[in-house]
């Protein structure tokens, strides 16, 4: 099944409410992707550029995208970045697929520039 990784950033309200109220979201996250067919794998947060991150299975783009939708629908992230996740093994069949397949390259021009 194929792996996904949200990073997001909670809006300043959302860490208001956090230190009033601290609450473990994975539950809420999981749920939610096993209505759709998939899980959640594992769930950090994080110093940086990005308040924390999560990595989820989805059966595919379609119902990943579902799921990021209906977590941002609320308000409570101010910005997010999804990325396609691949394993190892996924990495090395797809170089022996590659090593199958031929491109040919841009012809070189001679340079425009005196040497």
Known sequence: MP???YQFKYT???WAAFV????????LVDELLKKLGGQ??????????????????????????AALAAI???????AT???VLFTTEDVIGAMN???TLSFRGIEKLPSPWPA
């Not at 009033?20 to 539950?27: A, G, L, V």
């Not at 550029?49 to 995208?65: Q, R």
């Open 40 to 65: 959640l794998v594992s769930a950090y947060y994080t110093l940086g550029e990005w308040d924390g991150l999560v990595i989820f299975e989805a059966p595919d783009e379609n119902k990943a995208l």
């Open 72 to 78: 941002i629908t609320p308000g409570h992230l101010e």
């Open 20 to 27: 009033k109220k601290p609450e473990d979201r994975r539950p």
């Open 97 to 99: 697929l590659a090593s």
């Open 3 to 5: 792996l996904f990784m």
């Open 12 to 14: 300043p309200n959302a």
């Open 81 to 83: 970045k999804t990325t």
